[in-house]
């Protein structure tokens, strides 16, 4: 979107309030993906650009009790739609920059990133950083409720071979970056592509 992290918090900004309201459909799309990404009870999680926190029950169905999970983002509006939303009973919800994360090498086993991929001003250096806090062997989930077509249909724009999101660019990214693609899936109804952390 832009490396200007002013004008991604003045965009997020001034749609938080209303931003659950303009896709209610989503939840159940949030929670297939967090349910096929394949978190096991006691892991810890991040939910990178984490919004409104739409996915953080489904996160913390998935870890349990014992798991940890932490909704990062870079909108002050955001993560206080979150809060008025009750998603901080399901983890910490914390304002950061998911190029420059403030946790410790390979503390996570795994984060989730739901329509953050776009938003990233450096991808491969800012997925760098997301493999960075995760330990070798761990996973990345990159999602969207609706794939790439119907995505570019919503906003207008047509799909071009050179959309970062195609599965001939994303897979170099991700091996560039410390990540490789586990599966791809591009549907009308969702997005998803796992990939794990290497050694």
Do not use: K
Not at 21 to 28: Q, S, T, Y
Not at 75 to 91: F, I, K, S
């Amino acid at each position: 979107m832009s490396e200007d992290h002013t004008h991604v918090q003045e965009f997020f900004g001034a749609r938080a309030a209303d931003w659950d309201r303009r896709f209610p459909g989503d939840g159940p799309a949030f929670t297939t993906a967090v349910t096929e990404f394949g978190l096991r009870p006691g892991d810890r999680v991040l939910d990178a650009g984490c919004g409104t926190g739409r996915a953080m029950t489904a996160l913390r169905a998935a870890v349990g009790p014992a798991g940890t999970v932490l909704g990062v983002d870079l909108t002050p509006q955001m993560l206080a739609a979150a809060r008025r939303a009750g998603r901080d009973a399901e983890g910490a919800l914390l304002l950061a920059d998911v190029a420059r994360l403030p946790l410790r090498d390979e503390v996570l086993d795994a984060v989730f990133a739901a329509g953050l991929i776009a938003h990233l001003p450096d991808p491969g250096a800012n997925l760098r950083e997301l493999a960075r806090v995760v330990r070798p062997g761990g996973g990345l989930a990159l999602f969207h409720p609706i794939g790439r077509a119907a995505l570019a249909a919503r906003h207008g724009r047509e799909l071009t071979p050179d959309d970062m999101r195609a599965e001939h660019n994303l897979g170099p990214l991700l091996t560039g970056s410390g990540w490789d693609m586990a599966s791809y899936a591009d549907d009308d109804d969702r997005f998803l592509v796992l990939a794990v952390r290497r050694p």
